[in-house]
């Protein structure tokens, strides 16, 4: 008897009406064996997507542009275009209604001279969009740096991809001055000789209400307090990137994943908006 034969039958019969069994046996194999080769075929395709992905990285990290702040760098530049043209491109999203008019009006705030028209924008002045988001920030468990690589992309790998953050808000909000946004648009804007990094982000800086199965599986649920507005930012604000799943059951909720890794749930557990 062959000896693989041989070994199916003292293993894996009971020595009576033995056919069927072998059959079953060699029936079973055949399946693992195609179950390893699917398996085998699927990390190979994956490591195939790996190597892509970290050369693309590699790319837009070698392009990565140094700005004044020092935790943050942008890459993945796109071409310059005028505030009329960029308004007019988004014209059906609310949040880039009268960008450049709001744009003035923030920097005034933040930059200007109380009671003076410090910064002046034209509609015809120039804006550099950046899809990459590269942002370093000591984590809260052992105090290294760690960095997050985040998107702002209306196409990344043909899906638009727009990443969520975690920011220090100079407004108040009811979740405290430590909230989260998702980016919407991160850009360059130049005056007076000097650059300034922002982004146009969508504040989640409302907590809803908990439902009984929301306490027991501690789900932090968020919306946006104006669900439609867009707010400016500087870079700097910038503290660290967050994940965040869109509830589909109910509009314009989302679920703050807290337990993405240590750092994260240790910044939410000591979140004033943390019940």
Not at 16 to 27: F, G, K, M, S, Y
Not at 144 to 165: G, M
Not at 226 to 251: H, M, N, W, Y
């Amino acid at each position: 008897m062959h000896g693989e034969l041989k070994n199916v039958y003292r293993r894996r019969t009971n020595f009576r009406n033995v056919a069927p069994q072998i059959l079953t046996d060699n029936h079973h194999r055949q399946i693992v064996a195609q179950i390893r080769d699917k398996i085998a075929e699927q990390e190979l395709a994956w490591k195939y997507f790996i190597d892509m992905s970290e050369a693309d990285v590699a790319d837009e990290v070698t392009g990565l542009e140094a700005s004044s702040i020092l935790h943050i760098s942008i890459g993945s530049k796109q071409r310059p275009t005028a505030f009329i043209e960029l308004e007019t491109e988004h014209s059906n999203d609310v949040m880039f209604h009268r960008f450049w008019i709001r744009l003035g009006d923030f920097l005034n705030n933040n930059l200007g001279i109380r009671g003076q028209q410090y910064i002046q924008l034209d509609s015809h002045a120039m804006v550099t969009e950046f899809w990459l988001l590269r942002a370093h920030y000591e984590s809260m468990v052992d105090w290294r740096q760690a960095t997050d690589l985040l998107r702002c992309n209306p196409d990344f790998y043909n899906h638009p991809r727009y990443d969520h953050i975690v920011i220090q808000s100079d407004v108040a909000t009811q979740l405290g001055n430590v909230i989260i946004a998702k980016l919407a648009f991160i850009f360059r804007v130049k005056f007076n000789n000097k650059a300034y990094d922002l982004a146009l982000v969508r504040p989640l800086d409302k907590r809803v209400w908990q439902t009984p199965k929301d306490k027991d599986l501690w789900f932090t649920r968020l919306r946006a307090q104006t669900p439609k507005e867009g707010r400016f930012i500087f870079l700097q604000s910038i503290i660290r990137g967050a994940l965040v799943v869109e509830d589909f059951s109910v509009d314009d909720e989302y679920l703050l994943v807290d337990t993405i890794d240590a750092d994260m749930f240790l910044r939410i557990l000591g979140w004033s908006g943390q019940s």
